[in-house]
């Protein structure tokens, strides 16, 4: 059993399409989001590694939030008219 196999129902697709997200990045951006966001590494450690400042890295990874943001809203289904989330 596998990491992905415990995971909820479609979840599978979700991580397939941030993949896909992703790999339209450019690396500068895409290497900031997977430290920060996926690593959960602080401002400081992800400025050491990529020997950045860390102001660099907080505006590489708003870049990136915007991107995966939009990126996500254009894929996501629309609901339609008489649909509700509740």
């Known amino acids: 059993e596998t990491e992905q196999d415990n995971l909820p129902r479609g979840s599978g697709e979700t991580i397939e399409e941030i993949q896909v997200i992703l790999s339209h990045m450019e690396p500068e951006v895409r290497v900031v989001v997977v430290f920060k966001d996926i690593m959960n590494l602080s401002f400081e450690d992800v400025a050491f590694v990529l020997q950045s400042s860390v102001g660099s890295v907080k505006s590489r990874l708003n870049r990136g939030r ?5 990126r996500w809203d254009s894929m996501a289904p629309l609901v339609t008219e ?4 509740s």
């Open 82 to 85: 008489g649909e509700s989330d």
């Open 66 to 70: 915007t991107i995966i943001r939009n």
